[in-house]
Structure formats: structure tokens, C-alpha cells
């Protein structure tokens, strides 16, 4: 079976770091790009990263919220992805979930979709 | 950004009802188009993807369809589990973007 499974989540202060994890199994890691998306308390689902696969360079994308604080990472051997989060803000607070992506066109500017997706682990930002 | 509009944001429907859902977008987004189920507490799950193409494993029930930057997702005979959250995606353009959702209801 496909699953993805994050950890790492808690209760942080404002300008603290927090590291998650996403665990990949039931396939390759290193075949696919890895997305983290969020979810607010009571709010839409938000695009946070992606990471290309490493024949693709490995590059990655982020969106303007996070981009400059927040970092995502792969160690295909290993089947798992980061999510580096500094200088954690209130509004970081979520549910982070990551999920594998499927892009048409290794570049993966556009025209992707995303499936499996882990459970989510829970990121308080609090003082 | 492209802005993503669903409607309705809730319906309740009947057990063998057909259901449609539409999403708009801002501005084209090809037929890079997604959507998902997401229940309560729980991950979203891909139904279709592509506008049009079923996710494998999801019921025949589900569709989807597009037309210029509108795009409709028809349950064709509603069944107690398709309660819930559907949202839909673009993937157009980065930041990926959705739709606000709508929560649909079995009466």
C-alpha cells in the first residue's frame, strides 16, 4: 500500500524552528516530487512547497508565505522528506500534510496532481 | 494569483441524486484542474485529475468535466459515503491554488 506518513508537529513559539518529516512507503520516493500543503483551523488548504526529483535537480518551489523561511529537503535512500520551518510565525499555524506529486513534464511548473496523501501532523505556533 | 470560485459552498442531496459542483477560475487554467474529497479531519483524496480523468480506484460515479475556466465534477447517483468537503485545484500556475470548497450533505 501507497502511504505517506508525517511527524514532527508541536507546539512552537513565535521565531522557533520545527523540522517535519513525511515518510514515503509502498513506493519510490525518488521517482516522484514531494508537495507539503497546509491547512489553517477552519480554513482552505494552502499550497507551501514542492521538491522536483533529483533528475530534475532537486530544485524547489515555495510559496511567498514561506519563501526564505522555510526549506524542503529529500533523502531518497532513505524514503524521506524534510520541511525546515524557521522564524515560525502565528499565521503557521496548521495542519502541514505532504503528498506525493505526479508532474506531466519533469519540471513540474504546471499541469500536476497529488496522491497519496500522509494524515497530517499538527504545527501550533504559540507564544 | 488565480483566485478559485466554488459553488454552492453547501448542498444537501438525497441518496441516488445526481450532484454538480462547479469551480471557476480567475483567469485560464488549461485543463490543469483537480479535485478532492476531504471528510472531516482527515487528508483530501484526488478524484479527478487533468479536468477529466478519473483517479484510479474512485467510483465510476464521479466525473468531471470543463469548459473554458469553468469546471463541473457530477456525482451521478449520490451514495451515503460521498459526504463531505470537495475542493478543486489548479495546477495551472504556481502558487497552486483552491477553491473554497463545498460541503455536501446527505439528507
Known amino acids: 500500500e501507497m502511504q505517506l506518513v508525517e511527524s514532527g508537529g508541536d507546539l512552537v513559539q513565535p521565531g522557533r524552528s520545527l523540522r517535519l518529516s513525511c515518510a514515503a512507503s509502498g513506493f519510490t520516493l525518488g521517482d516522484y516530487a514531494l508537495a507539503w500543503f497546509r491547512q489553517a483551523p477552519g480554513r482552505g488548504l494552502e499550497w507551501v512547497g514542492f521538491?522536483?526529483?533529483?533528475?530534475?535537480?532537486?530544485?524547489?518551489e515555495y510559496a511567498a508565505s514561506v519563501k526564505g523561511r522555510f526549506t524542503i529537503s529529500r533523502d531518497d535512500s532513505k524514503s524521506i522528506a524534510y520541511l525546515q520551518m524557521n522564524n515560525l510565525k502565528t499565521d503557521d499555524t496548521a495542519v502541514y500534510y505532504c503528498t506525493r506529486g505526479f508532474c506531466n513534464g519533469g519540471s513540474c511548473y504546471t499541469n500536476n496532481w497529488f496522491d497519496p496523501w500522509g494524515q497530517g501532523t499538527l504545527v501550533t505556533v504559540s507564544s | 494569483d488565480i483566485q478559485m470560485t466554488q459553488s454552492p459552498s453547501s448542498l444537501s442531496a438525497s441518496v441516488g441524486d445526481r450532484v454538480t459542483i462547479t469551480c471557476r477560475a480567475s483567469q485560464t487554467v488549461s485543463n490543469f484542474l483537480n479535485w478532492y474529497q476531504q471528510k472531516p479531519g482527515k487528508a483530501p483524496k484526488l478524484l479527478i485529475y487533468g479536468a477529466s480523468s478519473l483517479q484510479t480506484g474512485v467510483p465510476s460515479r464521479f466525473s468531471g468535466s470543463a469548459s473554458g475556466t469553468d469546471f463541473t465534477l457530477t456525482i451521478s447517483s449520490l451514495q451515503p459515503e460521498d459526504s463531505g468537503s470537495y475542493l478543486c485545484q489548479q495546477s495551472y500556475s504556481i502558487p497552486y491554488t483552491f477553491g473554497q470548497g463545498t460541503n455536501l450533505q446527505i439528507k
Open positions: 521538491i522536483r526529483i533529483k533528475a530534475y535537480g532537486g530544485t524547489t
